[in-house]
């Protein structure tokens, strides 16, 4: 680790912990004016092997014609802020703090999301907002607990995690005791989905989850075509429930979430209701930048068609 990641380390650790103890809002407060920091714009690395990911991230958001290259360096700093939000966050999942996860969100949103639920169990696709972990946790708070598709983070040594990562490995493998989390590295992980689907449960997934098949759809996105997985899509068809596509938001990292909710009712189509995953996620993505972790790697996922 720099100098740099061992700050960054002992933030995440200590001073998010202290912070954690205050309800939101006010627990946000201080990520407004500390959220960002040792983080050097043209070093820091979160875990995805490019020392430059953030000046990444910025052409990324300037070539999708979001801001011009000046500004989307102040959208990635805000980002920032919201990733110090994802790693407080997980510190409350950690304790089990329900009431503090409840009054991350607006509560007109939280009841609209349970009177969806309560009709129809769906296909939950989330996108990598800030908020992903913790809108997980919220369904199971309102009653709607629901496997989760992730990544195994455990996987990946300690020593060799950055700041952000040991943030998730931590986290894991205390939430496993009360949240099912389907792995995707897992082979029998979309078998698992559908028993769970067709027992009237809901899935929560991430809009890029590997099919069956483990081969992509070619999508409209940011004004380019890009390879996504569409499980998301071929889970909701094979099992005939709709897709949910809710993504939390937030104009600043000192707000409540609000919820972007959409109905899609699979077509059979499977590329076809992925364009509308995408393009919903698109409409939110473009409004409230800050909160997406995808400009990360944007230009990844245009790469490999």
């Excluded at 360096?73 to 407080?88: G, N």
């Excluded at 969100?105 to 800030?130: E, M, P, Y």
């Excluded at 559908?194 to 009237?200: A, I």
């Excluded at 569409?230 to 809710?246: D, H, M, R, Y």
């Amino acid at each position: 680790m720099t100098t740099f990641d061992r700050l960054l380390d002992i933030y995440f650790r200590k001073i998010l912990e202290l912070s954690a103890l205050a309800p939101p809002p006010k627990s946000y407060k201080f990520l407004k004016f500390s959220g960002d920091i040792f983080r050097q714009f043209d070093k820091y690395d979160p875990g995805m092997g490019q020392a430059s990911i953030l000046l990444n991230a910025a052409n990324n958001i300037a070539n999708a014609g979001i801001a011009t290259f000046k500004d989307a360096k102040e959208i990635v700093r805000e980002y920032l802020k919201f990733e110090s939000r994802f790693v407080l966050e997980n510190i409350w999942i950690r304790r089990e703090n329900s009431r503090y996860i409840l009054k991350s969100f607006c509560q007109k949103d939280v009841k609209s999301l349970n009177n969806i639920l309560n009709r129809q169990n769906c296909v939950v696709v989330c996108a990598h907002t800030s908020g992903l972990y913790t809108i997980v946790e919220l369904l199971r708070v309102i009653g709607h607990q629901s496997p989760f598709i992730l990544m195994n983070m455990l996987k990946q040594p300690w020593d060799k995690a950055t700041p952000l990562q040991r943030s998730v490995i931590k986290t894991i493998p205390s939430w496993v005791e009360h949240q099912e989390l389907f792995f995707v590295e897992d082979g029998s992980v979309m078998k698992k989905s559908r028993e769970s689907l067709n027992c009237g449960r809901s899935i929560l997934v991430a809009p890029d989850v590997p099919g069956y098949d483990q081969k992509g759809v070619i999508v409209n996105f940011m004004g380019n075509k890009i390879v996504s997985g569409a499980g998301a899509a071929k889970l909701a068809s094979s099992c005939n429930v709709p897709i949910l596509v809710a993504i939390p938001y937030s104009e600043r990292c000192d707000e409540p979430y609000r919820i972007f909710m959409k109905i899609i009712n699979p077509t059979g189509n499977v590329t076809d209701d992925m364009a509308q995953i995408y393009s919903n996620m698109e409409f939110v993505v473009k409004k409230y930048p800050a909160c997406w972790a995808g400009w990360l790697y944007l230009d990844k996922m245009l790469s490999r068609l």
